[in-house]
């Protein structure tokens, strides 16, 4: 820098001077900060806050030297000699260096690197033995620390298959399995598992099969029938009521609807498939013959024009409740009605 006279001269400040024709003192710094808590991986920030000099490189202690007139950079750590995301607790110290008249020059900081393993956990469970088709919710207790997950595995721990990741999961294992859990990620390099064997028994069996057609005329049946065995029970049900009496592995339909059983030994149940029974029809008729029945005095019964006659000589007076449905098996015509001689009901 020169003056209007064309005379050069230095501006530099001293604490004790103040500013003036001379060199400003050297004076390195820098600034460091850590980035593995924002990625998880063992990286250094720095930035030159140095006077006095712009020709500066970094010695981040691990035999890694920048180049002169990087003034801010990142800088990952190695592990033995590899870059990876696991590595232990280490102390580095970082220096800033330069060369001046008086020869090189220093300023250094001390880096620390501190990585905790999580805790071995301890798994709890609500129930360790469930059925084949329940599932069961597995909890720990412990603390991450430096880790930034719990890693659960079937099998084995950390080579076996992975299932989830968190303090609390579900899990509904067909067979007996042992799962395993422990902390991972970060600069972790823990190896400890807690585990836990979650003991699967057998359902029993409950496919429901029919005799025969499941679709037949009003008077018609099939009998249903569930594959059984020594202390199984047994309950049917229609449309997902109970049918009072029907604990049998099999049994016999007579009206539509929605038929399945539940099974159960003594340790767990199932439900069965669920079979939909239909009444599409009324047994064939010739409206020529009356219909009869198998008690004494014999009543019969015809259709005549849209007109249902009803003879029974020995019961004549007597109130009867009379129902009628069309072939699909509908319900169109209900009465009550008392007998006599020949009744005659006109069904609409």
């Known amino acids: 820098m020169e003056n209007t006279a064309g005379t050069n001269f230095k501006a530099g400040y001293i604490d004790s001077i103040g500013w003036g024709n001379y060199d400003t003192p050297l004076l390195l710094s820098f600034y460091a900060t850590e980035k593995f808590t924002s990625t998880g991986m ?8 140095s006077i006095g000099t712009d020709s500066i490189c970094y010695d981040f202690g691990d035999g890694v030297i920048s180049d002169y007139k990087q003034h801010s950079l990142y800088h990952l750590y190695k592990v033995n000699g590899h870059y990876q995301s696991a590595y232990p607790s280490v102390n580095y110290n970082i220096c800033i260096k330069t060369v001046n008249d008086s020869g090189p020059q220093s300023s250094c900081q001390s880096y620390a690197i ?15 033995t469930i059925c084949s088709n329940d599932s069961v919710i597995l909890n720990l207790t412990g603390s991450l620390n430096t880790a930034t997950k719990w890693a659960w595995y079937e099998g084995s721990c950390g080579n076996g298959a992975a299932v989830d990741t968190g303090s609390t999961i579900t899990v509904k294992p067909l067979v007996t399995t042992t799962y ?17 064997t979650i003991t699967v028994l057998p359902t029993p069996p409950a496919v429901v099969t029919a005799s025969g057609p499941i679709s037949f005329c009003l008077g018609d049946s099939v009998i249903l029938s569930v594959t059984t065995g020594v202390g199984i029970n047994h309950q049917w049900k229609n449309y997902g009521s109970v049918i009072s009496g029907a604990t049998l592995s099999d049994y016999t339909v007579y009206s539509q609807g929605y038929y399945n059983v539940i ?30 029945t198998s008690v004494p005095n014999q009543m019969v019964a015809w259709f005549n024009d849209g007109i249902l006659h009803i003879q029974y000589p020995a019961i004549y007076g007597t109130e009867f409740s009379v129902v009628v449905y069309d072939l ?21």
Do not use: W
């Open 42 to 49: 063992p990286y250094v920030f720095v930035r030159n806050y």
């Open 114 to 128: 501190t990585c905790v393993d999580a805790t071995v956990p301890v798994i709890t469970t609500a129930a360790a």
């Open 180 to 196: 395993f859990v422990r902390g991972e990620g970060g600069c972790t390099m823990s190896t400890v598992c807690d585990s836990i």
């Open 263 to 292: 099974v159960n030994d003594s340790n767990c149940f199932n439900t069965s498939n669920t079979l939909h029974v239909t009444v599409p029809c009324l047994l064939p008729f010739d409206s020529d013959l009356k219909l009869t």
């Open 328 to 348: 699909p098996g509908k319900l169109v015509f209900q009465t009550m009605v008392k007998l006599t001689l020949e009744s005659i009901i006109q069904v609409n």
